[in-house]
């Protein structure tokens, strides 16, 4: 059951534009939201979270927008640069019955930016 | 401060073998969570570990197992590889005890023949 749905698979975005990844998912237990990026070769590095009681969440170029009626949350990333040419994953977790949490990712979006 | 460290970086095994990884978290970390990442499944929760405890485990058969020493280090171990083993294994070390904010480590690419 692949309870975070990732969208689209890839994508090509010209230097300086925007790119926009989306994620919907099932589960209302969800209340955290990170993103993470992914070079090749190199582990998953934390991007930028959100949490449900907030819609909007910026950190420099890199916005979180989340729309919990809809349950979907967006990756915006502006001014988009050569350097972000990674593959972007969202992830989603909810605390467990043993208080503890574990993150259920989306598929990926592999990220190129041309220059 | 240094970050996650996994040992080792890469790793060819053949089928049946058995396979032990290493994870060391961030100075201080308490947490510590393995994951599998494929082409074909993606990245998926196999189990944490904090104070020595699995506090979680993902849908993975009993081949994998794991523990966790007084000083946060964790092993990985999977007996009996199968050639669908083959993956990068990621580690993640969280600071808080809800292990929400986690850093990941560069991973450990085994290759089962």
């Known amino acids: 059951q692949q309870q975070v749905k990732q969208s689209p698979q890839s994508l090509i975005v010209q230097k300086g534009g925007i790119s926009i990844i989306n994620c919907a998912y099932e589960n209302t237990a969800f209340d955290y939201f990170p993103w993470y990026q992914q070079f090749p070769g190199k582990g998953p590095a934390l991007l930028i979270a959100?949490?449900?009681?907030?819609s909007e969440k910026k950190e420099g170029r890199f916005t979180i927008s989340f729309n919990k009626s809809a349950k979907q949350f967006s990756l915006h990333i502006m001014d988009s640069q050569p350097g972000d040419s990674a593959t972007y994953f969202c992830a989603a977790s909810r605390r467990r019955d043993t208080g503890r949490r574990a993150l259920t990712f989306g598929s990926g979006t592999r990220l190129q930016v041309q220059p | 401060k240094a970050g996650v460290t996994q040992t080792p970086r890469y790793l060819i095994k053949t089928r049946g073998q058995q396979v032990t990884l290493s994870c060391s978290p961030i100075?201080?970390?308490?947490?510590v969570s393995w994951y599998q990442q494929t082409p074909g499944q993606g990245l998926q929760f196999l189990f944490e570990?904090?104070?020595?405890?699995?506090?979680n485990k993902g849908n993975f058969p009993g081949r994998f197992s794991g523990r966790q020493f007084s000083n946060s280090r964790s092993e990985m171990n999977v007996s009996t590889l199968e050639l669908g083993d083959s993956a990068l294994y990621l580690c993640?070390?969280?600071?808080?005890?809800?292990?929400?904010?986690?850093?990941f480590g560069p991973g450990t690419r085994l290759l089962v023949l």
């Open positions: 100075s201080g970390h308490r947490s």
């Open positions: 570990y904090f104070s020595e405890t699995q506090r």
């Open positions: 993640a070390s969280s600071l808080d005890g809800r292990g929400e904010t986690q850093y």
């Open positions: 959100i949490r449900p009681d907030v």
